[in-house]
T-cell receptor, first 113, second 112 residues
Framework: AQSVTQLDSQVPVFEEAPVELRCNYS??????LFWYVQYPNQGLQLLLK??????LVKGINGFEAEFNKSQTSFHLRKPSVHISDTAEYFC???????????FGAGTRLFVKA | DAGITQSPRYKITETGRQVTLMCHQT?????MFWYRQDLGHGLRLIYY???????DKGEVPDGYVVSRSKTENFPLTLESATRSQTSVYFC???????????FGPGTRLLVL
């Protein structure tokens, strides 16, 4: 079955510390991978996406993610977080020609001063 | 303004009533999607559309109806609302299936 699993439901971190949000996917949704961010009372915004090519993908706001086919992972990282990064983050995946993007359950990132 | 909009932003209704949530995009994107967001489930696809007059079911279509007579509009109707349909509903659009989905601000629906 197709699935995207976010391994942490909540991640608390201090300001200026590094953070990693973990995402694993089933091989059937491995072709395209995305990270979206949702700020309170807003819709989702794309942070970054992997379609093909380099396995290290850089996105907006200093975030990056690495596609690891052998571990079926697409973890999101940022070397130094800000208070303004507090939000919910969603990992998602879809297949070539597939019309159905599968979303993970989300990880809530809390950045503390 | 260009973009994707949803209306209403908030809606309270009663069990058994029909409710229609509106979605409008100004990019002429071919693909449009309806998701519901529930705690612990992330986003689940209700219906999607690849073009005007072409729609198909997603993961959780039961109790919902969609139509797409114009490219820019994709209304979602709850034919007879149930308490289990209390949720936040997001509409999204994309120019191609491989491209980024752009999300509306969401509609918070409470079914009493």
């Amino acid at each position: 079955a197709q699935s995207v699993t976010q391994l942490d439901s909540q991640v608390p971190v201090f300001e200026e510390a590094p953070v990693e949000l973990r995402c694993n996917y089933s091989s059937s949704v491995s072709v395209y991978l995305f990270w979206y961010v949702q700020y309170p009372n807003q819709g989702l915004q794309l942070l970054l996406k992997y379609l093909s090519g380099s396995t290290l993908v850089k996105g907006i706001n200093g975030f990056e993610a690495e596609f690891n086919k052998s571990q079926t992972s697409f973890h999101l990282r940022k070397p130094s977080v800000h208070i303004s990064d507090t939000a919910e983050y969603f990992c998602a995946g879809s297949n070539t020609g597939g019309f159905k993007t599968i979303f993970g359950a989300g990880t809530r990132l809390f950045v503390k001063a | 303004d260009a973009g994707i909009t949803q209306s209403p932003r908030y809606k309270i209704t009663e069990t058994g009533r029909q409710v229609t949530l509106m979605c409008h995009q100004t990019w002429s994107h071919s693909y449009m999607f309806w998701y519901r967001q529930d705690l612990g489930h992330g986003l689940r696809l209700i219906y999607y559309s690849a073009a005007a007059d072409i729609t198909d079911k997603g993961e959780v279509p039961d109790g919902y109806v969609v139509s797409r007579s114009k490219t820019e509009n994709f209304p979602l109707t709850l034919e007879s609302a149930t308490r289990s349909q209390t949720s936040v509903y997001f509409c999204a659009s994309s120019g191609d299936i491989e491209e980024t989905q752009y999300f509306g601000p969401g509609t918070r629906l409470l079914v009493l």
